[in-house]
């Protein structure tokens, strides 16, 4: 299966195989949230020593409601994972596909391995990322590409960002990359509303500014603690002592607003 990958492509990823396999993976999900989403998705490219290319890819059920925010993101619904296998009965073939290997991706790190190894563990699959040596493209992206405030400048205004963390500076660059933006990027919005639209995230969008909620299907979900992944509606009907533990904590002014209107029953719609 080498034509899988184009010549230049498999003959550099070969000559990172020192003494073990290369597997490039990704996985799609139920959300963002690497403490409590799940697999929907899986799919690894294998990059052997001889240059030999295998591949391992399958959809998975993964037992909850994908919620619509996440299915914006990768077009997966509930629908096309109702007949797939669930991690449980994919997870020892996953798994003998990535032993002995070293892993590499986008965003690897901070999302795709905790992710996978919180979910092998809870279908109590056996595996280790121990001694595996891990590359992360974004890594690499990030600090050969930066993507700060000068790089901006440099890319949409054209000039070196004089004055940087000024605070005036930086505002005046910001606006003139913006402007930059618009008039490179026809397809940009050009209102105020849908511009603001297309800059929010898709997937985990937060309730509040402190990150205590997000959106899930259109209702606030916690984003924290003991209850986190919950909706909040559930809570405030089975659990409602922690929503009377949370307005006497210490917790942002915002949260507590949400709180206490949900105790009324009043929740959070999405705009």
């Keep these: 299966m080498n034509e899988i990958l184009p010549p230049g492509a498999l003959e550099v990823l070969r000559t990172l195989c020192d003494g ?64 797939c296998p669930t991690l449980a009965e994919v997870g020892p073939r996953l ?6 290997c070293d892993l590499a991706g986008y965003n690897l790190r901070g999302f795709d391995i905790p992710l996978l190894g919180r979910e092998l563990e809870r279908v109590k699959v056996p595996f280790s990322f121990e001694g595996r040596r891990v590359v992360d493209a974004q890594v690499i992206y990030f600090r050969k590409e930066p993507r700060d405030l000068g790089a901006a400048v440099r890319a949409f205004v054209g000039r070196d960002h004089a004055g940087a963390h000024s605070a005036l500076a930086d505002s005046i660059a910001a606006a003139e990359v913006l402007a930059g933006q618009l008039t490179r990027y026809d397809d940009l919005p050009r209102d105020i509303a849908a511009l603001a639209a297309f800059t929010a995230p898709l997937e985990g969008r937060w309730v509040d500014a402190d990150k205590r909620f997000v959106w899930r299907d259109g209702a606030a979900v916690f984003n924290f603690g003991a209850k986190r992944g919950q909706p909040l509606a559930d809570v ?3 659990n409602p002592e922690y929503l009377d533990w949370m307005l006497e904590a210490d917790f942002p002014d915002e949260a507590k607003r949400i709180v206490r209107e949900a105790r009324e029953g009043r929740f959070p719609t999405r705009r």
Excluded: C, Q
Excluded at 45 to 59: C, L, M, Q
Excluded at 95 to 100: I, V
């Design 20 to 83: 073990a396999p290369l597997v490039v993976f990704d996985l799609e999900t139920t959300g963002p949230d690497r403490l409590t989403d799940r697999i929907v998705e899986v799919a690894a490219v294998k990059v052997a020593p001889d240059g030999e290319v295998s591949v391992f890819e399958t959809r998975v059920n993964p037992g909850v409601k994908i919620p619509s925010e996440a299915t914006a993101v990768h077009g997966i619904t509930d629908a096309d994972v109702a007949d």
């Design 95 to 100: 798994a003998a596909f990535l032993e002995g």
């Design 236 to 238: 405030a009907a089975k």
